[in-house]
């Protein structure tokens, strides 16, 4: 594969894995001249990817405007979003159906399906271009998340807010609201991830918590935790820091300071990494591979989880349709193990991120 690569600049590629509509069940690649991407997201069918110079890209499906270019159409290669020219975006997050964007002016923008809030408009509207949230201070934001009807953000200082649904507890609010709202935790908050119908906070101080829809364990909550899971709970069982924690639609996957990496929830498709045998756990389960290779990063699609080890390598596991793991042309089943992503062992492998059907991979 290396000659194939020969054109890829010294500010790297976005490697495009599954259906992306970009290049459906082909692995291909694009980059965006003298302008490195610096943050990226997939959403269930749209993608999202932000360059140096604070340009915002878009690409996939566009039914509820979450392309942010004010119409409905598909777009099948990543197109600029006009309407944020004039900002420097820094920053995005793509839920389901809608998307969000940080700029460096501090405000945030969203845009897509809002038919539960999840916009933070204070209305459940859907918008096709990118709105300011007026219901937050102008600053500067250090993570996003966005679900399937809901929404989360954390500022520099560390302040939690969420906004959206609450009709699984997902928003950790115990309500739904449609302006963004602060959740208050001990400590200040590092980080925060959002599946279809829950969510996972991780503090600076390597605590993690979550709320959200119980089923199937992907809370790794204890069972007398489970009663009230509208609010975030500790997990207790995971005694290493975490530092890095996603939420796939049934299972959630976690980092430790020390590189171990900790799955829990559904794993009929392989997602959890833990074999063919274990198709679901209640509690976190550690992957021995990552024991021995230390892991830097994780991410979850629905169903399929990609990790990025200390050394810049790429592992990927779980459902294996349209070829969104990148192990190959003829692999398109389940994969119930980390495999190693072959295509970027001349590539130091930077960030990735996994949506619905599809997987991008900045190296």
Avoid at 50 to 77: E, I, P, R
Avoid at 236 to 243: A, G, L, R
Wanted: aromatic share 8%.
């Amino acid at each position: 594969m290396a000659s194939d690569d020969e054109d890829v600049p010294e500010s790297g590629a976005v490697f495009t894995f599954g259906k992306t509509r970009f290049a459906d069940n082909l692995a291909n690649k694009f980059w965006i001249r003298d302008d490195a991407v610096v943050n990226l997201s997939c959403g269930d069918e749209h993608s999202a990817v932000v360059t140096a110079n604070g340009k915002l890209y878009t690409f996939g499906c566009n039914d509820w405007g979450q392309l942010g270019h004010g119409n409905t159409k598909s777009y099948t290669k990543p197109s600029v979003v006009k309407k944020l020219k004039p900002e420097k975006v820094y920053m995005v997050a793509c839920g389901r159906n809608h998307t969000i964007a940080a700029t460096e002016s501090g405000h945030l923008y969203s845009f897509g399906c809002g038919g539960d809030g999840q916009l933070g408009h204070g209305d459940a509207e859907d918008s096709h271009v990118p709105k300011i949230i007026e219901g937050l201070d102008v600053q500067k934001y250090k993570h996003l998340a966005c679900g399937s009807d809901f929404s989360a953000a954390i500022t520099e200082n560390g302040e939690l807010y969420t906004w959206g649904s609450c009709g699984e507890g997902q928003n950790g609010l115990g309500e739904d609201t449609e302006i963004p709202t602060r959740l208050h935790l001990h400590g200040k908050v590092r980080m925060v991830s959002c599946g279809y119908y829950h969510m996972a906070v991780v503090t600076e101080d390597g605590s993690l918590y979550m709320c959200g829809e119980k089923e199937g364990g992907k809370l790794g909550l204890d069972h007398e935790q489970l009663d009230n899971t509208s609010q975030l709970q500790k997990i207790k069982s995971i005694e290493d820091q975490v530092v890095v924690a996603a939420c796939g639609a049934e299972f959630t996957a976690v980092v430790t300071k020390n590189g171990s990496v900790y799955t829990f929830g559904q794993g009929n498709q392989g997602q959890l990494g833990l074999g063919s045998s274990m198709m679901e756990t209640e509690f976190p389960e550690r992957i021995p591979l990552f024991e021995k290779v230390k892991a830097r990063t994780v991410s979850c699609g629905e169903s399929f989880t990609a990790v990025i080890t200390k050394h810049g390598n790429l592992y990927t596991f779980g459902d294996g349709r349209h070829g969104k793991l990148g192990l190959g042309d003829e692999c398109f089943s389940n994969t119930f193990k980390p495999e190693k992503v072959k295509r970027f062992n001349n590539f130091t492998v930077k960030m990735v991120t996994c949506g619905g059907c599809h997987m991008l991979v900045a190296a």
